[in-house]
């Protein structure tokens, strides 16, 4: 057995290891300890610490531990960005002090302090943690946006401008509790350890007093309200994510009196969830888990175990587990718990191209039905969005929302890797050129790539995810001769270039902002996996990368940790939201070599 089958075998049973009762897999994927910061806050604002398994002083000796020498935090770890985060220190300086964990005066704080003012104070936060300063009287609500209720009418006229059909899927269950907490101009003031005025930029807006004003819960509110409670999921989340849940309990302590149904049943059962995914989430606690996303990890890990030759009956029983549990009406299977609502086009392409290679016969119906709800959501680009269709910028929400745009991406607009991913379960389908729907997709890749040949990817980390999700894609198409497709060759050769010294390939999170950064930054797992899983196609059919395939994988190979029996990124390689938010995804550091590795495997026998 060589050392590349050793690899395997070993990661193989790492993964066995690690299902969740024999049926599924999750590593929960995290966006920063801030978000545990931001927790302790709203704890404090519900008067619900007392109840709370959250442990301060663990959460203190994190961030100590992890404290930049500018003082900052960063959101999640990328090693080639200098700078620190701005929102994760505030929010991090913030719990520090209101948990009394250390001096004010200490070191420590004084340098996290001197990092937010030297960036411009809480005047240049997002506009999500003013939102969340406002709640606790530290920012002046007059300053940020103001949402109208009409807004989250559907009947009559104003079905025309509801929101919900105009943002995306993440967005409308934050922006329901968020409108309602701006509409009364919520606050509560939690006394002098929560006070963040050292934080404030020289001639900042004075912070007014509007716990005195008299509030109108009138029809527009009620309304407001009844929507609120239809985003209620089956696990006690508020539309699946933690923070619009979080939102949602101060709205609902505040609307108590007027609503019976709001009871303590209702804000337990949310906060345990709440709990579970915070602080005890494996080795991600305490690291900020915003939502659960096990079918996204057994999706990956299922495909990793069948590319590394598991046999396909050994996973039959994880694949009837998601198939019965989790897969909608529809066809499609969204990300994990609570999402059930709003199944996703990537998750069900990645489900398709499983089904369709290594299930067909056994799972023809579904594997029909998702393909025909996926050709259903295809947007007149001929791309996808994740979870809606047609849902491009809207000028009128830019006008109310515009300003959340420093915090999330508002719409959800077709992307490169999701489109890729569902025309690569297509290609495995048997569906081929000359059908409409591929000819569309290829037409909207083509229009998206750049003049250097790349494409910027939208859920992973950055023009080499979707270099690496677009070439095996069209390569497995029928009729589709790689070498004579010339806009093809170009990714692969500007990918080429992007290998650095030591074999593998990394490309660092500021790619969305400096151009500089395209292509490159630390060698990590994940990155090297899916610029190898275009490599493979070009050897494939004869395109020489000059070595540079063999180089990969003998790095991935190389930097195998064979104690804990897989790899670990040394960056984060999965984006929230571009330019803003980033995610670890600890899955990508084990599914994704394993695609690729087996792919190889698979390759070097075929050439022999």
Partial sequence: ???????????????????????????????????????????????????????????SEILLKTQRKDGGWYQVPDPNNQTSHMDATIFNYWFLKASQSVPVDSDAMTRAREFILDQGGLQSASHMTKIWLCLFGQYEWSELAH???????????????????????????????????????????LGQNFDLNELNAINCTPVLDHTKEKRNYDWSVKNLVDKIHLMRRPQGTYGAYSVSTLFTLIVLKDYQQLDESINEDLFKQSIDFIEELYLNSDTSSYLGVLDDGRWWDTLLITMGLLECDEESKKLEPSVEYFLENAVQECGGIPYGLDFEYAPDTDDTGIMALILAKF???????????????LISMQNTDGGFGAFAKGNYESILIKLFAGKFQNSAEIFDAS???????????????????????????????????????????????????????????????????????????????????????????????????????????????????????????????????????KKAVDYLVGIFDWKEERWFDVSSVGTGHRRLLYMQYPVYSIAWPMIALGRYKKLVNELN
């Fill in 1 to 59: 057995m060589n050392c590349l089958d050793k690899v395997l075998e070993s990661v193989k049973q790492y993964a066995w290891r690690t299902q969740k009762d024999s049926s599924y897999w999750l590593y929960a994927p995290y966006l920063g300890s801030f978000f545990i910061s931001q927790y302790y806050l709203v704890l404090n604002l519900l008067d619900r610490l007392h109840q709370s398994r959250l442990d301060a002083k663990k959460l």
């Fill in 415 to 549: 992307s490169v890797d999701v489109t890729a991913h569902i025309l690569e379960g297509w290609a495995e389908s048997g569906y081929a050129l000359k059908d409409r729907h591929v000819q569309m997709a290829i037409q909207y890749l083509k229009n998206q790539q750049t003049s250097f040949g790349a494409w910027e990817g939208r859920w992973g980390v950055n023009y080499i995810y979707a270099v690496g999700s677009v070439v095996p894609a069209v390569a497995k198409l029928e009729g589709f001769d790689l070498k004579n497709e010339k806009w093809i060759l170009k990714s692969i050769n500007w990918l080429v270039k992007c290998q650095n010294d030591d074999g593998g390939f990394g490309e660092s999170t500021q790619s969305y902002v400096n151009k500089e950064w395209i292509g490159r930054g630390l060698s990590t797992a994940s990155q090297t996996a899916w610029a190898i899983l275009a490599l493979i196609e070009a050897e494939r059919v004869g395109y020489s990368t000059n070595g540079c395939l």
């Fill in 359 to 373: 299930y067909a016969q056994k799972f023809p119906n579904e594997l029909k039905k998702a393909n025909e709800w």
């Fill in 147 to 189: 949402i109208p209720l009409f807004a989250f009418r559907n009947d009559s006229i104003y079905k025309y401008s509801f929101v919900q059909n105009w943002v995306a899927q993440w967005v409308y269950p934050h922006i329901l509790p968020i409108a309602y907490l701006r509409n009364i101009n919520y606050q509560k003031f």
